[in-house]
C-alpha cells in the first residue's frame, strides 16, 4: 500500500529574515544619522551575551569594537588624524551616552506617572505635612514629585532651622517665593539642641563660641575672620522677602520663629514684623534686640498675636524696657494667652502691669529674670493673672523666699484655681529677705506641703542646690558675665536691693532702672535629578 503523500508546504521565513525585512523598512523613514545610529544599535550582540566571556568573532562585543577601532586607527594617514578620531569616538560615546540616560528618565518619568497611586492634589497635600528638608529631598526623586512640590501649599509651614549655620538669604528668599501668599508659618535660623519641653529654660542662644563650633578645628578669632566669606550666614535683611509683592508672603503669616540670627537687628525685625499683621504666635531667641524696641513693633502692628516668646541673647543686660511699652502692649494685643521674657531684667511692678493687663493670660514664664523678687504676685481680685494655668519662674536671681510664700499662701486661701504648674527652682537657692546675698535653700516658711496636699492636680516644681554650694555654683552662671561680688561692691544698703524701684542699688549700671534712663504595591524608578529644579539644603 502506498504511502499517503503531502503537498511540501513552503519554507516557514527565518525569525532574522523577518527582523531584517522591519529593520529595512524602518531605516527608510529615518535621515542619514540616524540610520546609521539605527544600524550600530541593531547590531548582533546575542553572542556576547549569551556567553560568560564574549567571542572576538561578536560584531558588538568589547573586543570586537576595540579591534574594529584599532584597524580604523592603523589605516588613518598621520598620528594627528588617529588623535582626531580618538577624540571624535570619545566625544560620540559621550553623547550616546547621555541621550540613553536621557531616554531612560522620561521613561522611568512615564512609569512613575502611571503607577503612584495618589492623584496630584493628594500628592500635594501630603507633601504639605513634610519638613522642608524632606520635601526638597522627594522633589529631587522624580520629575513627577518635583512637579506637585512646586504647588505653594507644599511651603505654607516652612522649617529652614539647622544645628549648625547652613542656611543663607537666597534659600530663604526662594522658600518664601515659592510659598507665595499660602505662607503661614516660618521658623529660621541656628538651634544649638532640641527645643526643650514647655516649662524649662535650658537656653536656646546660639554663639560661634558654642560647643558646636569647636567641633570644626578652629579657633574664635578664625571663626570671626571667616564669617564674612561664608555663603550659610543669614543676614539682617533675611526677612526682607516677607516684605515683597506688597507683603503678600507675610500678610497671612500666623507663626514666626526666629533662632539665633546674629546680624539681625531692631529696623529689619521691625520691618518684618509690620509685613505680618495676622500674627498669631512669634517666638525670638538669641537675636541682638531690644526686648522695648521689639515689643513696640508686636504692638504697633501684631494686633492678634496670642504667644510671644523673647529670649534675650545677653542674660541680665537688656534692661530697655518701659512702663509705656507695657501699657501699650496690653491695650493693642489683648488675646495675648501666652507671656515668655527670658533673661531680661524686669522690675516687678513692670511686669505686674503685664499680668494683671492681660486678661486671657495663661502662660507665664520669666525664667533666668534678673530684678523679680516675686511682689508682682501679690495680684488682689482682678481678673488678669487668676487665669494663669503655668507660671514659671525658674532661675530668677533675686526672687525671695518671702514672696514666695505668700503666692503659696495665697493658692491655699483659694486663688489661682486655675493654675496646673508652678516652677519656683532655682541652681542658687531663693534670695531671703533682709539680705538677698544670703540664700534660702530648704526653707521652712514656704507651704510646699500644704500646697501639694490642698491642690493635687498642681505640678509644684522646687529644687534647690544643697545649701552652702551658691558661692561655688554662681561663676558657672549661663554667661559668665555678671559676677555677684561685682554686683555687691557697689550696694549700699541690702534692703535697698528689693524695695527700690531703682536698679542703682544693685547694679553698677547707674540708672539701668530708671524710666528716663536708656533705650508598596508599585515601583517607583529613578531618575536623575539634573533636570531637576533642586534646592539643596
Sequence with gaps: MAMDTFPCSSKRPCPSSSQEQNNARVVQGLDHVEQVLHKFLCLDDDDSTSSSSPSPSSPCSSISLDLSLEKLLESSASDADR???????????????????????????????????????????????????????????????????????????????????????SVVSTMIQRAGNALRSLKLGVIPCATPSPGSCQPLVYTNRNSIVEVSNFSWNDKRSRQGRESSILTRSCLSPLSRDGGAPGILLRKLYLYNIERMDNASLGQALSACPSLLDLEIVGLHVELRQTLMSVSANCHSIERLCFESSKTGRDDSLKTQTCLELVDNCPHLTSLSLRGFKLHDYKVRVLVKGFQKLKYVDFSTSYSITGSFLSLGSCMGGNLLEVLILRDCMHLKEVEVARF??????????????????????????????????????????????????????????????????FDTDMNSEISLPSQLSSHNSDRSIFLSTSESSYNSDQGSGNEDGQDASYVIYEESSDEIDFLSL
Design 408 to 473: 503659696l499662701t495665697a493658692i491655699l486661701a483659694g486663688d489661682f484655681k486655675f493654675l496646673l504648674r508652678l516652677d519656683i527652682s532655682n541652681k542658687e537657692g531663693l534670695a531671703s529677705e533682709g539680705d538677698w546675698y544670703h540664700r534660702c535653700f530648704n526653707s521652712s516658711i514656704m507651704p510646699v506641703k500644704q500646697v501639694l496636699e490642698a491642690r493635687p492636680d498642681i505640678n509644684l516644681v522646687a529644687e534647690y542646690p544643697a545649701e552652702g554650694s551658691y558661692n561655688d555654683s
Design 83 to 169: 588623535t582626531v578620531l580618538i577624540d571624535r569616538a570619545l566625544r560620540m560615546g559621550s553623547m550616546l551616552l547621555d541621550a540613553a540616560k536621557h531616554s531612560s528618565r522620561k521613561r522611568a518619568s512615564k512609569h512613575n506617572s502611571l503607577a503612584w497611586p495618589l492623584p496630584p492634589d493628594l500628592t500635594i497635600k501630603v507633601f504639605s505635612m513634610l519638613e522642608t528638608q524632606s520635601l526638597c529631598h522627594a522633589s529631587a526623586t522624580c520629575s513627577l514629585f518635583n512637579k506637585c512640590a512646586k504647588d505653594p501649599l507644599c511651603y505654607a509651614n516652612l522649617d529652614l532651622t539647622s544645628r549648625v549655620p547652613k542656611i543663607n538669604n
